[in-house]
């Protein structure tokens, strides 16, 4: 356990530029699709509830099927990004729009619920984003990596199948956790 906590360190330690740009991306498509959701019209705002609204009530299968699909889509785009350097803003732009997205949910929940909304956004985006932002920030962090030093082996792809892991499991939280918790709250 000591080894891997030691390895992670390293390779937070030897890429951390690519993981600040990451990261910076992310937190500029959050506060953008929060600062977004908190601008639209009422009439916008009754139409993205009776979307969001049917995402949940769609059932456990569809959404699974669904959270499933646009992770394989999300994590395949970003991996392919890595094959050259024309990926390099493409994986930049990809973790934007994610924060982006996530932001928007997130900012449209609590600005149309209130302090609900605080509570149905804990409920709904935070559980399965905890597994599914980590993965996207390392595999984007691998992609912006891999076309400067020409490193496509192994290593990369076992990182990107890692991090699509926690992804998956992300999506299984989603469809079966986060439809289960707003009943809860």
């Known amino acids: 356990m000591r080894a891997i906590g030691y390895g992670l360190f390293l390779h937070l330690r030897d890429h951390r530029a690519y993981y600040l740009i990451i990261v910076f991306l992310l937190a500029v498509g959050l506060s953008c699709g929060a600062s977004t959701a908190a601008l639209i019209s009422t009439d916008a705002s009754v139409g993205w509830s009776t979307v969001l609204g049917g995402t949940v009530v769609s059932g456990q299968g ?4 669904r959270a499933l699909w646009r992770e394989v889509r999300f994590f395949a785009l970003l991996a392919l990004c890595g094959l050259g350097f024309a990926g390099i803003p493409a994986a930049a732009l990809l973790v934007a729009v994610r924060g982006f997205i996530v932001g928007f949910v997130s900012g449209f929940l609590v600005s149309n619920l209130g302090a609900d909304g605080l509570l149905v956004t804990l409920a709904t ?7 599914i932002l980590p993965g996207t920030l390392v595999t984007a962090a691998c992609a912006m990596r891999a076309p400067v030093c020409k490193q496509w082996g192994r290593r990369y792809w076992l990182t990107v199948g890692v991090s699509f892991g926690g992804a998956l499991m992300g999506a299984a939280i989603e469809a079966f956790l986060s439809v289960w918790l707003p009943n809860v709250v």
């Not at 569809?62 to 099927?65: L, M, N, S």
Request: glycine share 18%; no cysteine; proline share 9%.
């Open 62 to 65: 569809g959404v699974f099927g």
């Open 125 to 131: 985006v935070v559980p399965q984003n905890l597994l």
